[in-house]
């Protein structure tokens, strides 16, 4: 499991790294493009909203995402650049590069 590129497994589900998706994103969608928008940032915490928009200008997705600067090391220096990654990665999961791999099978027996 997980033993692709751009995948890494988490508790038996192979989860598709934001970084793969944005490749496959700008592979299949060379004209369109991302509008990020800070809508909060203060000493605690971080809000971004990133929305994916096609040639013409028109929103065809979407995602927000919080972090709170104390959470990890890695928030104290990055929290605007991590909450804009994970913003992203739900704006390309809104248009439908998933977040994650799995078979058919496997999707209609959870369901």
Do not use: W
Not at 16 to 36: D, H, I, N, S
Not at 37 to 47: A, G, M, S, Y
Not at 89 to 108: F, K, P, V, Y
Request: aromatic content about 6%.
């Amino acid at each position: 499991m997980a033993d692709r590129p751009g995948y890494k497994n988490i508790k038996g589900t192979d989860y598709k790294l934001v970084a793969q998706r944005v490749k496959e994103f700008r592979e299949k969608f060379p004209k369109y493009g991302k509008l990020t928008t800070v809508i909060h940032q203060d000493e605690k915490r971080v809000l971004v909203q990133v929305d994916i928009t096609d040639e013409t200008g028109r929103i065809i997705g979407s995602g927000i995402a919080e972090e709170d600067r104390t959470a990890t090391r890695i928030n104290e220096q990055s929290a605007v650049e991590c909450c804009d990654t994970s913003a992203y990665g739900r704006a390309l999961a809104s248009m439908g590069l998933s977040l994650i791999h799995i078979s058919e099978h496997t999707r209609l027996r959870r369901i």
